[in-house]
């Protein structure tokens, strides 16, 4: 749906975020079941469908920030002090991989920070063994943002290269958040954070605030929108983004799901401009003031927007049978309300069509860390990585009866 009108914007996605009805009446995107942060061991929570059962299962990692399944159950947990650490049959390896060459650490320990950030598998890993990484990487003025490639050998990652490097380069600390993914047809889709400058949101010829889409070589991908285009970047997919904290690929349309700082989550349609820094939920009343768009610029409204945020993070589409009466919802992460939150719709979607929520829930809040990312395992349990001010943990979410 495009916008020109930014008061009707502002004032559908404030509808949209402070109410969702359900047979039960209306609910606010926060209520949900409050945490007790100093009980121990397992902790238990009453959602409006299942009783869940919160459960660590790996702790004190140096500041995760995402995690990836194997085929064979073993996960894959990426680090900000660039290393990668290894769970599998339950246990944590003892040993780090890495840390990853070249990559850029903020030397200040704790959130915002930079580093090795987000993972994914290649859809063929059973033949090829193939790992992506993002992380930031120094550059000539700063840095910037990197896409490595490597083997997984079962124990090691091998032969990491470099396969695409950003041109938005940052002299400053803080969002250069990044996340990656495979759609259907085995492109990855890279989305790069605006690195603090504004003005790259809307350049064709910058990386920043942009979602790239290339071959799993890192060349771009055939059928981009800016191919042969003068001074426009031809890996660029969509752009007017801010910064970006999860993607996911929808399991029924095959689309291409985002969410970003703001808080909102996008559908990404070809050479979509989605207008930051002229439009942003968190500009509006609070912070900077938006400049206006330039006249006749169409601009993408967000699919789904919070007010009061969630200070929004690492989301995924449930498709697993653990929780059935959960297939087919979106489930995202929440940073400084240390939550995961469940988003339903209602209808079953069809590319093209609106999906309506139906409710929104918090299956916790005050977790008592920053939920940085939510995945599904190959076991249809949903775990979550969390981190405070050095350490954290990740931890999955599983029925309690």
């Not at 070249?102 to 063929?124: F, K, L, Q, S, T």
């Not at 958040?177 to 790259?200: C, K, P, W």
Request: aromatic residues 8%; contains cysteine; proline residues 7%.
């Amino acid at each position: 749906m495009n916008c020109r009108l930014l008061p009707l914007r502002c004032l559908a996605a404030i509808a949209l975020a402070l109410t969702c009805v359900n047979d039960a009446g209306v609910m606010s995107a926060f209520q949900g079941p409050a945490t007790n942060t100093t009980q121990p061991g397992p902790r238990i929570f009453d959602t409006m469908e299942y009783r869940i059962r919160v459960v660590t299962v790996a702790d004190r990692l140096a500041l995760p920030y995402s995690l990836a399944f194997l085929p064979d159950g073993t996960a894959l947990v990426t680090q900000l002090d660039g290393k990668i650490r290894v769970i599998k049959n339950g246990v944590l390896s003892a040993t780090a991989i890495g840390p990853i060459p070249g990559v850029y650490v903020n030397a200040v320990p704790g959130p915002p920070a930079e580093g090795m950030m987000d993972i994914a598998v290649h859809p063929r890993f059973a033949a090829n063994h193939f790992v992506y990484l993002t992380y930031s990487k120094p550059t000539e003025g700063g840095h910037t943002v990197a896409l490595a490639r490597g083997t997984f050998n079962g124990s090691d990652l091998v032969d990491v290269k470099e396969i695409f490097v950003t041109n938005a380069v940052s002299t400053q600390n803080g969002n250069p958040h990044t996340r990656i993914a495979f759609d259907r047809e085995g492109l990855l889709y890279m989305a790069v954070s605006h690195h603090n400058q504004d003005g790259y949101a809307q350049d064709l010829n910058s990386h920043g605030g942009k979602v790239l889409r290339l071959r799993d070589d890192g060349t771009p991908a055939p059928g981009n929108p800016f191919i042969g285009q003068a001074d426009r970047r031809p890996e660029v997919f969509t752009y007017g983004h801010r910064a970006f904290h999860g993607i996911a690929v929808h399991p029924d349309t095959g689309e291409t799901w985002i969410n970003e700082h703001g808080d909102e989550v996008n559908i990404l349609k070809a050479g979509g401009n989605y207008g930051w820094p002229f439009v942003g939920l968190m500009g509006l009343g609070g912070g900077n003031p938006t400049p206006p768009a330039p006249r006749g610029a169409m601009l993408t409204e967000p699919y789904i927007a919070w007010v009061p945020a969630l200070n929004i993070s690492g989301m995924m589409f449930y498709t697993g049978d653990r929780f059935p009466k959960w297939k087919g919802n979106l489930l995202v992460g929440g940073l400084a309300s240390g939550q995961v939150h469940r988003v339903a719709f209602r209808t079953t979607p069809k590319s093209g069509e609106a999906l309506f929520t139906q409710v929104r829930e918090a299956l916790f809040t005050g977790i008592g860390q920053r939920v940085r990312d939510v995945r599904q395992g190959p076991d249809g349990l949903i775990y979550f990585v969390a981190y405070g001010d050095t350490s954290g943990t990740v931890m999955r979410i599983e029925p309690a009866s």
